[in-house]
């Protein structure tokens, strides 16, 4: 029997789609707004795709609904609309070295620095503070794109201050020109980032449409629930009491909730979660599984994409209370989101509402276990000392650890010239251990005031909007286990390898006391 296969072909003003690659009259499908107006009505196909196939060396990639055996790609040269793209957003950077640029001691390019546990980075971070704290570096390493379609060296920023001056002035420095550190191919950036990597007028106007739902007074709306879904959490761990910390606490809560706020059906969320994985974690050999990083990110985007498709055509028909319904609904400047831009939102929102409170959840039980002096302090009075914990803990974690903006105008930083086009990359970790902000940095401190750390952004229009969501969160899921399983310990972390997310993979966990009954609040 002649199985199904969608093909997809990139062309200059669309995205072609079609069930045989020999069909000429495949239907043109938008998944990425930013390269050609949306053009509505056009459905993805429901069965569930799966990454594979390879190209003819014309430029199409295909999807396969394969289940028995792996997949290989073997990925053709890009075709010309993504090298048109490529060409064009090359042309804003400095493919070469400033004259004047300060020679870097640490080489934050490389992914050799990023595969390093976060302590080792962090001795890496200080020597830049201290030396080179504008530095020059080279264009990082990308597993996803060639290095000849790159978009060249850039300025990485690695002071408190100086990364809060590049985030609160997007006159001078601009998200639209890209955010992402690593050089991405362009379709699948415009699948991913909504109005992450756009500008105002146009970012304000999107974030608009989410934003109430993640403001202090919505999310209160919902703490009850929070709180019965970690209640939930400590329960199901029942008198397992060992096995992995990540799998069965740390990601478990921030799906519950942003799948929830979203509407995501249960049974696509186990989908969606494997995508917003396989979305931060193309540079990590265990993910991978000799599988390559394109394959990976390519097959996590046609999973997302499909499934914010079918919800889409599923709230016009029947609207729901669930941000899905508020986009599909949405007025904007007269005229509807398309699916592929709602889509783009689910891709964006699922990601980012689960890495925060994911990996600071992770990252928080370790410093726990490593500072035992700290959890008794907090133990001592839970209640009145969490929300002052919780800040150390995103600050301790830095989830995020990089975004990076283009200058507008020839301008400096620090003292240093930045020319017109050049790349500014921010480095969230390192600013969180500054020196002159931040009295003993390298220390775990849960009563740390003030701490303002850059946890959640340096403030500015991309300031995260989730950030009460994640404090919420983090909240009840430690008030949770440090109630119930005072005695509950975690090992030595495997690390996520990656420049993006500050993430942990596995970390062992065990108990011997027991869980104490605590009603959720």
Wanted: include cysteine.
């Amino acid at each position: 029997m002649k199985r199904a296969q969608l093909v997809v072909v990139f062309t200059a003003r669309s995205v072609i789609v079609s069930r045989d690659a020999s069909s000429p009259s495949a239907r043109p499908l938008n998944l990425w707004p930013a390269l050609a107006p949306a053009e509505p009505g056009v459905p993805v196909p429901s069965w569930p795709p799966r990454w594979g196939g390879g190209s003819s060396g014309n430029g199409l990639w295909s999807w396969k609904n394969v289940s028995k055996q792996p997949l290989n790609v073997n990925v053709a040269a890009p075709n010309a609309a993504r090298s048109a793209s490529r060409r064009a957003f090359t042309a804003l950077s400095s493919p070469t070295v400033p004259g004047d640029a300060k020679s870097a001691p640490v080489d934050l390019s490389s992914m050799e620095f990023w595969a390093l546990p976060p302590a080792a980075r962090e001795e890496g971070f200080a020597e830049l503070r201290a030396m080179a704290p504008v530095s020059w570096h080279r264009q990082p390493e990308s597993q996803l794109l060639p290095e000849s379609e790159g978009t060249g060296g850039y300025w990485a920023v690695v002071r408190y201050e100086d990364v809060r001056e590049v985030s609160r002035d997007p006159e001078r420095f601009c998200s639209g020109r890209g955010v992402m550190f690593e050089d991405i191919p362009a379709e699948m950036l415009e699948a991913s980032q909504s109005f992450l990597a756009m500008d105002d007028p146009r970012h304000a106007t999107l974030r608009k449409l989410v934003a109430e739902a993640f403001k202090p007074r919505a999310v209160k709306r919902i703490e009850d629930g929070i709180r019965a879904d970690a209640h939930t959490i400590v329960d199901d761990l029942g008198e397992q009491l060992e096995g992995d910390f990540v799998e069965a606490v740390a990601k478990r809560l921030p799906m519950m909730t942003i799948m929830r706020l979203l509407g995501v059906p249960e049974e696509d969320q186990e989908a969606v979660l494997w995508g917003v994985d396989a979305a931060v974690s193309w540079n990590d050999p265990e993910f991978l599984a000799g599988r390559t990083p394109l394959e990976v990110v390519g097959e996590s985007m046609t999973i997302m994409t499909e499934i914010a498709y079918r919800l889409c055509a599923a709230r016009r028909e029947q609207p729901a209370d669930d941000l899905i319904t508020d986009l599909v609904q949405a007025d904007v400047d007269g005229e509807q989101l398309t699916d592929a831009e709602i889509s783009a939102f689910l891709v964006l929102l699922s990601v980012a509402g689960n890495d925060t409170t994911r990996h600071t959840t992770s990252h928080a039980m370790r410093a726990l276990c490593d500072f035992p002096d700290q959890r008794a302090l907090l133990l001592d009075d839970l209640e009145g000392r969490i929300e002052t914990a919780v800040e150390e803990f995103v600050r301790w974690a830095s989830p995020v650890m990089t975004f990076r903006r283009t200058a507008t105008q020839d301008t400096e930083i620090s003292g240093q010239p930045i020319a017109t086009g050049e790349k500014v990359v921010m480095f969230y970790p390192a600013a969180n251990r500054d020196e002159s902000v931040f009295e003993r940095p390298n220390e775990f401190d849960i009563a740390r005031s003030p701490n303002r750390h850059v946890g959640f952004g340096g403030g500015g229009p991309h300031f995260c909007m989730g950030a009460s969501l994640a404090r919420t969160q983090l909240a009840a899921i430690f008030t949770e286990l440090l109630g119930r399983l005072p005695e509950l310990e975690v090992g030595e972390p495997a690390y996520v390898v990656g420049n993006f997310v500050n993430g942990i993979a596995r970390m062992p966990f065990s108990g011997e006391g027991g869980i104490r009954t605590l009603e959720a609040g």
